[in-house]
Structure formats: C-alpha cells, structure tokens
C-alpha cells in the first residue's frame, strides 16, 4: 500500500501536460480527478452523457513522446460505444463523465487505465496514453439481458442450421456416412428435440422418470419418416423456444440457479450454455456430411 501511495505522488509531482511539437496545442487547465487528468478544450453545449449510454465520439491518440497510434478522425468514422459495458479502455469508461454533446477534452490517461504493464500491439507497455476527444452524440440504449452471452452464438446457430437444412436436397436427408450413424435428416431433428429436452431441464427441473420418457420419445421421433419441410418447420419451431427462454432471463444473476443436468448438479446459465454447445456441435457433423456430398454451405464462399 505504502508502496502504492509512493508510485502516486511521485506520478503527480512528474506530471507534465506539455506535449512534443508534433501533437496540436491544447490550452486550458488541467483537471485532475484520480485517477486520470484532463483538459478541457471546448464546453459542450447539447445533451449531457450519462452513464450506461451509447456515446459517439471521434479522437486521436498518441503516445507520450508524440507518436500518433490512432485516429477515428483520419479515417473519418467515428467511434460508438455503450459506457460501463467494457466495450473499451477503463480511461475510456470514465473519461467522459461531466461532458456534454459537442465538448472536447484531452485525456491523460496513465497506463493502469490504458493497456497496462504489457501493452497492446503498437502500445508498449506501461505506456501513458493521451486522447484528443469529441463527444459527438449520445443515446439511450436497450438494458442488456442476462441471456445476452448466449444470445450472440445461438444466433449465428440458428441461421447456419436452418440455412444448411434448406441447401441439403430432400432426397439427400436420408444419406448417412453408415450403418447405425445418424443421417442428415436425423441430425436435424436430434438438434430439434435436444433443443426441447435442454429447455424442459432448464426451465422445469422435470422428475428422472419424466426426463427418460422424453428421450425415449425424441430417439423414436427421430426415426419417424418426416418431409424436409416438416423437419425444417421443427428445428424453426425448437429454436423459437430457446430465443423467448434467451430474451426473458432478466438478470446474471438468475443464470446461478441449481439445476439437475441428468444427475449432475449445474447451474440455469450451464444449461443455456450447453443448448449452445449441442447445436454447435451438431452442426459440425452436417457441416462434414454436405462437404462428403459435394454441398457448399450457403455461408462459405466455396
């Protein structure tokens, strides 16, 4: 701690907000409310950004010495950002507090609240990062849902399966790699009836004998001749249960909850995850049987 305290008033008697020649002039005091420094260019005059907003900002950065790294302004495309999200650097998170619409600020930020003790591509280590930044606009956003981690894959999931099971000829879905292997439209429908399984776990912790009887069911239902469309109307159908579970977990912590995961002691969140990772999963080995059947999938380019 004593050590700490050291670093830090040694920090401030050597601070110096001259830049090198290199790097425009910025006149005004110097603010300091630790752990970062700033200057404050121009006063904005529009809506004040409040936390847990989207900011759009542009900036330029440099190093200590002068060395321009990066620029929003050069390329003419302005950053956004939601604050307090970790979208970007923990100076960043803080930086623009106080500051309205149309203000611009320099930021002094010491490496703690930059890229740290190791850096960050072209940023060494414990390197003092200075930002020239303009507060362009600022919105209210949509909260984020504590089902919004799994959201993100489940997405992409969703639409590279049914993509991949509308490409597959109909009179493909009954290829399999051989004997006592699942076929295409086997797989599909394993994807759907997994989908219905994990949900019913997730949601209604159903009784052992009630739980085998379900996938007693899905082992026949899989089996059972069923048309491409038919297939396809299930998998739609299975992942329209998983998105509302998805969009109605309100808060993180819900995902905590004790579930039994076929005898297994897990969490609500665990099982989302694995509902995740069985698609992935399953997707995988359609993905290989369309590759064996000379079947590009509707994603990639060749």
């Not at 960043?92 to 003790?117: C, D, H, N, Q, S």
């Not at 060494?124 to 930044?133: H, Y």
């Not at 969009?247 to 993180?252: L, T």
């Not at 609500?268 to 997707?283: C, M, R, S």
Request: glycine share 10%; charged share 25%.
């Amino acid at each position: 701690m004593l050590a700490a305290l050291c670093a830090l008033c040694a920090s401030a008697q050597s601070f110096d907000p001259k830049m090198p020649p290199a790097v425009p002039a910025a006149a005004g005091s110097v603010v300091e409310t630790a752990p970062l420094r700033y200057i404050e260019i121009k006063e904005g005059t529009g809506a004040p950004a409040k936390p847990a907003q989207e900011y759009t900002v542009h900036y330029t950065g440099w190093l200590r010495d002068g060395t321009k790294f990066d620029s929003s302004v050069d390329r003419g495309t302005p950053l956004k950002f939601v604050q307090g999200r970790r979208q970007v650097i923990s100076g960043w998170e803080i930086g623009f507090e106080g500051m309205k619409v149309g203000g611009k600020r320099r930021l002094f930020l010491p490496y703690t609240l930059a890229y740290g003790e190791l850096g960050n591509g072209r940023i060494p280590g414990k390197a003092e990062l200075i930002f020239d930044v303009e507060l362009l606009g600022v919105r209210d956003v949509p909260n984020v849902t504590g089902g919004a981690i799994f959201l993100l894959p489940f997405n992409d999931l969703e639409k590279q399966v049914l993509a991949l099971a509308k490409a597959i000829p109909e009179e493909k879905y009954s290829w399999r790699p051989g004997p006592g292997v699942r076929s295409f439209k086997e797989v599909f429908l394993h994807i759907a009836f997994g989908n219905q399984l994990l949900l019913n776990i997730a949601n209604k912790s159903p009784k052992k004998e009630e739980l085998m009887k379900q996938i007693e069911e899905n082992a026949k239902g899989e089996t059972d001749t069923a048309t491409k469309e038919k297939v396809i109307a299930q998998l739609t159908e299975s992942f329209a249960l998983v998105r509302k579970t998805l969009d109605g977990v309100r808060s993180a912590g819900s995902l905590t909850r004790e579930v039994d995961l076929f005898g297994t002691p897990a969490t609500f969140g665990g099982v989302l995850a694995q509902i995740d990772t069985h698609i992935a999963e399953h997707l995988g080995q359609s993905i290989a049987y369309a590759r064996v059947n000379n079947i590009v999938p509707p994603w990639s380019p060749k």
